[in-house]
């Protein structure tokens, strides 16, 4: 079964890497970095001043932790099930299309998928209202596009990207469950005192 689920993954991973050409490969180098995304942010965080006002600051707590928590997840899961990552794999690194260099040694789970699906989803979650909260979906497709560039730099598999997105899916509905239960609580506590 893991075989089989093994060989799948890297199949899947060859078939995506194969899709590039010279000018796509500076696009996924610099989309894969994090200060090309900085604009991103920086909307993100003024619309969540704009939306939350006085409880901004918790909530900023909340997706820091979100982002804090994902990445030491992550990080935790690669030492911990030492997947090397595909390009660190010589049965098939001749194969795989890296043009960004490899990055460390493993790989399960994708940092990168953890952070963006993490974000992306605490932000969703937190939100209310539907019609508000419709024009949030387009973090998923930047979410999406953002663990897709480390397939494409054959740095990731499909199955560690998989990973990444669960767990950043799991840590910001931990995140929101702290926020909605203490962390909103902070602002009045501080404006009695």
């Not at 669960?166 to 840590?171: I, K, P, Q, R, Y």
Request: glycine share 6%.
């Amino acid at each position: 079964m893991i075989e089989t689920l093994h060989s799948w993954d890297v199949a899947l991973l060859l078939k995506l890497n194969s899709f590039h050409n010279p000018s796509w490969d500076t696009v996924m180098s610099v989309s894969t970095g994090r200060w090309i995304w900085i604009p991103i942010y920086l909307a993100l965080f003024v619309l969540i001043i704009l939306r939350f006002r006085k409880q901004a600051i918790p909530v900023f707590i909340a997706a820091a932790l979100t982002i804090v928590l994902s990445d030491q997840v992550s990080r935790a899961c690669k030492y911990g099930f030492k997947r090397e990552r595909p390009c660190h794999n010589e049965m098939i690194a001749s194969q795989l299309h890296v043009p960004d260099g490899c990055g460390g040694k493993y790989g399960f789970v994708s940092s990168h998928a953890a952070n963006s699906f993490g974000l992306s989803f605490f932000i969703w979650l937190l939100w209310k209202g539907r019609k508000q909260r419709r024009w949030l979906l387009l973090l998923f497709p930047w979410a999406i596009y953002m663990t897709y560039t480390r397939i494409y730099l054959g740095v990731h598999y499909p199955l560690d990207i998989a990973g990444g997105a669960f767990v950043g899916l799991a840590v910001a509905a931990l995140s929101v469950f702290i926020y909605r239960r203490w962390l909103v609580k902070i602002v009045p506590a501080v404006r009695n005192t």
